[in-house]
């Protein structure tokens, strides 16, 4: 069945039946009861067709119902939807997710449906996508498998026609959904929305394991001469993922986050991977929600993490210094194991890396630790600091760095250097407040930036590494990565200076509490 009208407005529901193909081409506006419901075994084809609302209320959108019980394999077990060629979903309140309602209430049985999106476009939709509850597995060994849900190249927008935006995409209890050169965007201006204003969240994931990344524009050429990464732009949350209990794989790679309140924001989760992203990072608002988290990478109660190669920076002038506030990455209770922080680099930032609370084990051998960290004009390069009085039990492993012989022993982090009299930032390169850390360097000459000058010497205590060697980033901070990417960022930096008045304020940063994601209401 093709749909290819120049114009035409649906009043009623449309159910793509089992067995069925719909393909839209044309365009048609969906009144404020006209929901697409796919079945099971049927496919609805978006092929460049343009779906809006008829009147002024949102139209309801996409329903695409599985069986929960049942392989994605082959597709036709399951409800199946391709927007591809420019296909455009706008102004529904939930564009497509895989559930059925009965009775007003979610039919978790009818989960499982699958979504493709590729040159795709969502806009101003109160959510886009919602993944419901579903595992995939092998029909005949009933092995676990990937969801085969892909969004690739596909823009998730809002214009500023709505004001309340809750989240582009919505994975709840699904795994292994890939992500790769999408742009999620917020172009509005909160002037225009006066009464309510909400940013929205680019990837808001509970219970759920995916990947986020970029893809290669020519692969008949080796290597890969230009990719078309994953990009959030002026957003609440960049990305936004929970867990309430272990998953298996969550990585972002190679993503562009600008001018969001947070850039990405994890809570619970256990070996998340982070690597090769650019942040440009904005400014707190102290005026804000003060449940709101700010920063480029906020990691809340995770442990095991790879956060490696990332650069966060801002733009800021020295006329804009004094109501300028932001943070790289801030670490917040990860526990007693061995973490590490490795070979990012932070420039023009309030904060390049803050670590709160607990991230150590008592006897502080084991714990957080920063090491091969560049930063460059930071107010405060890295900062300790805990809201609990006995501040001893908290902090960062005491040995930052070790005493060892060898390239990779000393921390080998570049400072900023950058104490000024007239902000108060006596402890700029290592601010701490919890237990005392021993700080190895390599030896080497203050233009190198290798050794921490501003510290308070009751809690940062510099020394020398057996490492006799001096400075070399090559053989002190080997890359684990693809080689010659992270110099290439760093060689695209621009510099700049910021200011503010006081570490302590950042203490402020208030966490949030764990909740599933809910269909909006309207």
Same mark, same amino acid.
């Given at each position: 069945?093709?749909?290819?009208?120049?114009?035409?407005?649906?009043?009623?529901?449309?159910?793509?039946?089992?067995?069925?193909?719909?393909?839209?081409?044309?365009?048609?506006? =969906?009144?404020?009861?006209?929901?697409? =419901?796919?079945?099971?075994?049927?496919?609805?084809?978006?092929?460049?067709?343009?779906?809006?609302?008829?009147?002024?209320?949102?139209?309801?959108?996409?329903?695409?119902?599985?069986?929960?019980?049942?392989?994605?394999?082959?597709?036709?077990?399951?409800?199946?939807?391709?927007?591809?060629?420019?296909?455009?979903?706008?102004?529904?309140?939930?564009?497509?997710?895989?559930?059925?309602?009965?009775?007003?209430?979610?039919?978790?049985?009818?989960?499982?449906?699958?979504?493709?999106?590729?040159?795709?476009?969502?806009?101003?939709?109160?959510?886009?996508?919602?993944?419901?509850?579903?595992?995939?597995?092998?029909?005949?060994?009933?092995?676990?498998?990937?969801?085969?849900?892909?969004?690739?190249?596909?823009?998730?927008?809002?214009?500023?026609?709505?004001?309340?935006?809750?989240?582009?995409?919505?994975?709840?209890?699904?795994?292994?959904?890939?992500?790769?050169?999408?742009?999620?965007?917020?172009?509005?201006?909160?002037?225009? *929305?006066?009464?309510?204003?909400?940013?929205?969240?680019?990837?808001?994931?509970?219970?759920?394991?995916?990947?986020?990344?970029?893809?290669?524009?020519?692969?008949?050429?080796?290597? *890969?001469?230009?990719?078309?990464?994953?990009?959030?732009?002026?957003?609440?949350?960049?990305?936004?993922?929970?867990?309430?209990?272990?998953?298996?794989?969550?990585?972002?790679?190679? *993503?562009?986050?600008?001018?969001?309140?947070?850039?990405?924001?994890?809570?619970?989760? @256990?070996?998340?991977?982070?690597? @090769?992203?650019?942040?440009?990072?904005?400014?707190?608002?102290?005026?804000?929600?003060?449940?709101?988290?700010?920063?480029?990478?906020?990691?809340?109660?995770?442990?095991?993490?790879?956060?490696?190669?990332?650069?966060?920076?801002?733009?800021?002038?020295?006329?804009?210094?004094?109501?300028?506030?932001?943070?790289?990455?801030?670490?917040?209770?990860?526990?007693?194991?061995?973490?590490?922080?490795?070979?990012?680099?932070?420039?023009?930032?309030?904060?390049?890396?803050?670590?709160?609370?607990?991230?150590?084990?008592?006897?502080?051998?084991?714990?957080?630790?920063?090491?091969?960290?560049?930063?460059?004009?930071?107010?405060?390069?890295?900062?300790?600091?805990?809201?609990?009085?006995?501040?001893?039990?908290?902090?960062?492993?005491?040995?930052?760095?070790?005493?060892?012989?060898?390239?990779?022993?000393?921390?080998?982090?570049?400072?900023?250097?950058?104490?000024?009299?007239?902000?108060?930032?006596?402890?700029?390169?290592?601010?701490?407040?919890?237990?005392?850390?021993?700080?190895?360097?390599?030896?080497?000459?203050?233009?190198?930036?290798?050794?921490?000058?501003?510290?308070?010497?009751?809690?940062?205590?510099?020394?020398?590494?057996?490492?006799?060697?001096?400075?070399?980033?090559?053989?002190?901070?080997?890359?684990?990565?693809?080689?010659?990417?992270?110099?290439?960022?760093?060689?695209?930096?621009?510099?700049?200076?910021?200011?503010?008045?006081?570490?302590?304020?950042?203490?402020?940063? @208030?966490?949030?509490?764990?909740?599933?994601?809910?269909?909006?209401?309207?």
């Amino acid at each position: 069945v093709n749909w290819d009208d120049d114009w035409e407005i649906i009043h009623g529901d449309t159910y793509v039946q089992d067995g069925t193909i719909l393909t839209i081409t044309g365009n048609y506006g =969906f009144g404020e009861f006209a929901n697409i =419901f796919v079945v099971q075994g049927g496919s609805l084809i978006i092929d460049g067709g343009h779906l809006t609302k008829a009147c002024d209320a949102l139209w309801p959108g996409i329903d695409v119902w599985g069986h929960y019980n049942q392989s994605q394999q082959p597709k036709l077990n399951q409800g199946f939807i391709k927007v591809s060629n420019g296909g455009t979903i706008e102004f529904a309140e939930v564009a497509i997710e895989t559930i059925q309602y009965q009775g007003g209430e979610h039919c978790f049985s009818t989960s499982g449906g699958i979504v493709k999106a590729q040159d795709a476009q969502f806009k101003d939709n109160i959510i886009d996508v919602y993944l419901y509850p579903y595992n995939n597995f092998d029909p005949v060994t009933e092995e676990l498998l990937p969801n085969t849900s892909r969004f690739k190249n596909a823009q998730f927008l809002t214009s500023g026609l709505i004001c309340n935006p809750e989240s582009h995409m919505v994975l709840h209890d699904v795994h292994g959904i890939v992500i790769s050169g999408c742009k999620f965007k917020n172009l509005s201006n909160a002037s225009a *929305c006066p009464i309510q204003y909400n940013e929205g969240k680019g990837i808001y994931s509970f219970n759920s394991d995916f990947y986020v990344k970029d893809y290669c524009i020519n692969t008949t050429i080796t290597p *890969c001469p230009e990719t078309n990464r994953t990009e959030f732009h002026n957003l609440d949350y960049g990305i936004y993922a929970l867990a309430s209990r272990p998953i298996d794989y969550i990585e972002i790679d190679t *993503c562009i986050l600008e001018n969001n309140r947070t850039g990405i924001y994890l809570s619970g989760l @256990s070996e998340p991977v982070i690597i @090769s992203n650019s942040f440009h990072v904005r400014k707190v608002d102290t005026t804000s929600n003060p449940n709101d988290i700010y920063g480029g990478i906020y990691l809340d109660y995770c442990t095991g993490y790879q956060v490696e190669e990332n650069q966060f920076y801002t733009y800021w002038g020295t006329d804009e210094l004094e109501d300028r506030m932001s943070i790289g990455i801030a670490i917040n209770n990860s526990g007693v194991e061995y973490n590490q922080i490795y070979n990012n680099y932070f420039s023009q930032l309030y904060i390049g890396i803050l670590a709160q609370n607990k991230n150590r084990s008592s006897d502080g051998e084991d714990g957080l630790v920063l090491r091969c960290n560049d930063n460059l004009k930071n107010v405060y390069d890295f900062a300790v600091t805990t809201c609990w009085s006995n501040a001893n039990d908290f902090g960062i492993r005491d040995d930052q760095g070790s005493n060892g012989n060898y390239a990779e022993a000393p921390a080998s982090n570049i400072f900023s250097y950058s104490y000024n009299p007239n902000i108060g930032n006596d402890y700029c390169d290592y601010y701490n407040e919890c237990a005392l850390i021993t700080y190895y360097h390599q030896y080497g000459p203050q233009t190198k930036r290798i050794i921490p000058l501003y510290f308070d010497e009751d809690f940062v205590l510099p020394n020398q590494s057996s490492y006799i060697s001096g400075y070399d980033k090559s053989e002190n901070c080997p890359s684990n990565l693809n080689p010659g990417t992270f110099i290439e960022m760093m060689n695209q930096q621009s510099s700049a200076e910021q200011s503010i008045d006081s570490v302590q304020s950042l203490l402020d940063l @208030s966490l949030i509490h764990i909740s599933e994601p809910t269909r909006p209401t309207t």
